[in-house]
């Protein structure tokens, strides 16, 4: 599986951005997915995960309520939508997939994108 995330972008407190992964391969929808980001000098954190059905999903606390994850199986595609973004939200963010798991946990995951930044101004 080949992971693209894209949609990363400079914007300000307050506003909203949409981030997209296309997943290469035909059984897309039978990996656990998620996202997870990095700011600088500080380790890779979970941000929220989706399962293979998209039935199930999770998210840490720091994003609960204003961050939504979905997947479109038919399209290859992850999507996390992020709303009233805080400075503190600034890092880059990867995308990835776990072969049968829906995971909170890096080392569960199989595969990663190349990461897309974000930056949110105050």
């Known amino acids: ?15 909203s951005l949409r981030l997209s992964c296309a997943a290469s391969g035909r059984t897309f929808s039978t ?10 000098g ?3 954190e979970f941000v929220t ?4 059905s998209g039935s199930s999903t999770y998210y840490s606390d720091s994003v609960k309520g204003r961050f939504t994850i979905s997947r479109d199986n038919a399209k290859n595609t992850l999507y ?5 973004l805080k400075p503190v939200d600034t890092a880059i963010y ?3 997939a776990a072969r049968r798991v829906t995971s909170t946990s890096p080392h569960d995951y199989d595969y990663w994108g190349q990461g897309t930044q974000v930056t949110v101004s105050s």
């Not at 599986?1 to 914007?11: I, K, N, T």
């Open 1 to 15: 599986v080949q992971l693209q995330a894209s949609g990363g972008g400079l914007v300000q407190a307050g506003d």
């Open 42 to 44: 500080k380790e890779r």
């Open 49 to 52: 995960a989706i399962s293979g």
């Open 94 to 96: 990867y995308c990835a």
């Open 80 to 84: 996390l939508q992020m709303n009233s």
């Open 31 to 40: 990996y656990g997915m998620g996202w997870f980001r990095q700011a600088p």
